[in-house]
């Protein structure tokens, strides 16, 4: 792995430090880095904006690291191979990174039979629909139904959204916490973003609301692109994430021109939970980290992988049966 111990030693780690610690001493660099902090100093700004920069790339690096080396983190022995993934709830919810609920996991093997009644279609509709006032300094109307999601003008129909993207961060700097939690919906003309913050609300408030709208988002469109992500892949269809290009039978790492097959990938998720680690196992020091708030369906790849490897899925997947 590159220099691991530079970045290490950045975040003022020696080489048996362990993911808490580097978790720990992340969190106090934000603090003591974050532009925030120096006013109107453009100066010291612009260097602490820089600083920040190499803090961001030297956790992610420390990050994939550990998710490469089974000591550093019980994790990785579950994400290792496909057997152990399936080990993993892969039917729990979870509003970070996306996770089926049990009440949707049915869609993921059986999307081809849907037999859905009247009322259970009423209760479904009822289940995914929102309206609500959201935002920071000028809250705005998010109202989400089967058809449409809105958010005062802007209308985005369910049918036509061809990506989500979402995430949540907490920075504390100069005694107060800045919150960074939003939802992007998007078609092939727009995107919404959905902004859960509202103006001195309290975390655990922010939290619930993001847990909330992205619940919904994943219940009216996640499960779909899922479905509709199986389909295309197993019409040979390739689809890129990021540095990753995804088929019927594995990922290509672009930017290091290594191909994986399905049974030679592990996956992690820091616990920071801002992205989702993919590795390759058939190569030395070959890892991406997707943002789930900057990449496109990194919230949808990261279920498909965890069903692909349960119960082998991923060679049904090779053998073209989710057309």
């Not at 999601?149 to 700097?173: F, G, K, M, Y």
């Not at 191909?259 to 030395?284: C, G, M, Q």
């Amino acid at each position: 792995m590159e220099s691991i111990t530079k970045y290490l030693h950045l975040l003022g780690l020696t080489e048996d430090a362990s993911p808490q610690e580097a978790k720990e001493a992340y969190r106090d660099l934000v603090k003591v880095w974050h532009p925030d902090r120096f006013g109107s100093d453009l100066k010291l700004q612009k260097k602490a904006d820089i600083k920040l920069q190499e803090i961001n790339v030297a956790y992610e690096k420390v990050q994939v690291y550990f998710a490469n080396h089974s000591k550093f983190t019980s994790a990785n022995k579950s994400y290792n191979n496909g057997a152990a993934a399936s080990k993993q709830n892969s039917s729990e919810y979870d509003s970070s990174t996306g996770y089926a609920s049990e009440e949707e996991n049915h869609y993921y093997s059986n999307f081809q039979s849907k037999n859905i009644s009247e009322k259970d279609y009423a209760r479904w509709k009822e289940d995914v629909s929102l309206d609500i006032k959201i935002g920071s300094f000028m809250p705005r109307r998010l109202i989400i139904t089967p058809e449409n999601i809105s958010l005062d003008e802007q209308i985005i129909r369910v049918n036509e959204i061809i990506a989500l993207r979402w995430s949540s961060l907490h920075a504390p700097t100069n005694g107060m916490t800045l919150s960074y939690v939003s939802a992007f919906v998007k078609d092939n003309h727009q995107t919404m973003k959905i902004d859960c913050v509202t103006f001195w609300d309290s975390l655990r408030n922010i939290d619930k609301r993001y847990e909330l709208v992205t619940s919904k988002l994943w219940k009216i469109v996640g499960v779909r692109l899922v479905e509709d992500t199986l389909r295309r892949l197993s019409s040979d269809e390739k689809i890129e994430y990021g540095n990753l290009l995804v088929d019927s039978h594995g990922i290509l790492f672009q930017n290091k021109k290594v191909y994986s097959e399905w049974k030679d990938l592990s996956i992690a998720t820091p616990p920071h939970r801002l992205t989702f680690i993919v590795t390759a196992k058939n190569a030395k020091d070959v890892s991406e980290a997707l943002y789930y708030g900057e990449v496109d369906n990194v919230v949808i790849l990261d279920p498909i992988m965890r069903f692909l490897w349960k119960d082998g899925n991923y060679k049904k997947l090779e053998r073209h049966e989710f057309k």
